[in-house]
């Protein structure tokens, strides 16, 4: 299975998708924010097969986050998500870094899938 770091400031939010993934026999490490996801990244050489990361967060958010892991680790797959539509905006020029980005709420299954997806494309 995979190895996925889920970079989230909610944590309620983190640990929902964390026990998801994991029940699907993934390998998950956290994060609390951009800075600290991507401390992890580098720290383990970008050795994740994915980064679920949220839009929205403190200090740096996953826009910034998402540009500087695919800056560092290129063939590194990125899946945004967010609550706030706006955000959502926001993601629309990453097209070439990022494979998609997840509208919350979202149920058990739908991030299952999505994970599936973005692992597979």
């Given at each position: 299975?995979?190895?996925?770091?889920?970079?989230?400031?909610?944590?309620?939010?983190?640990?929902?998708?964390?026990?998801?993934?994991?029940?699907?026999?993934?390998?998950?490490?956290?994060?609390?924010?951009?800075?600290?996801?991507?401390?992890a990244l580098r720290l383990a050489n970008?050795?994740?097969d994915l980064l679920l990361t949220d839009?929205?967060?403190?200090?740096?958010?996953?826009?910034?986050?998402?540009?500087?892991?695919?800056?560092?680790?290129?063939?590194?797959?990125?899946?945004?998500?967010?609550?706030?539509?706006?955000?959502?905006?926001?993601?629309?020029?990453?097209?070439?870094?990022?494979?998609?980005?997840?509208?919350?709420?979202?149920?058990l299954s739908h991030i299952r899938q999505?994970?599936?997806?973005?692992?597979?494309?």
């Amino acid at each position: 299975m995979a190895k996925i770091l889920i970079t989230e400031d909610d944590e309620a939010v983190r640990s929902f998708v964390a026990r998801a993934l994991e029940m699907e026999g993934h390998s998950v490490d956290l994060a609390e924010d951009g800075e600290e996801g991507l401390d992890a990244l580098r720290l383990a050489n970008g050795k994740y097969d994915l980064l679920l990361t949220d839009i929205k967060m403190p200090f740096m958010d996953g826009i910034e986050l998402a540009y500087n892991a695919a800056k560092l680790f290129p063939d590194l797959k990125i899946l945004m998500m967010t609550g706030f539509a706006d955000q959502r905006e926001r993601a629309d020029g990453l097209d070439k870094i990022v494979i998609d980005v997840i509208s919350k709420p979202f149920t058990l299954s739908h991030i299952r899938q999505q994970v599936k997806l973005a692992l597979a494309a």
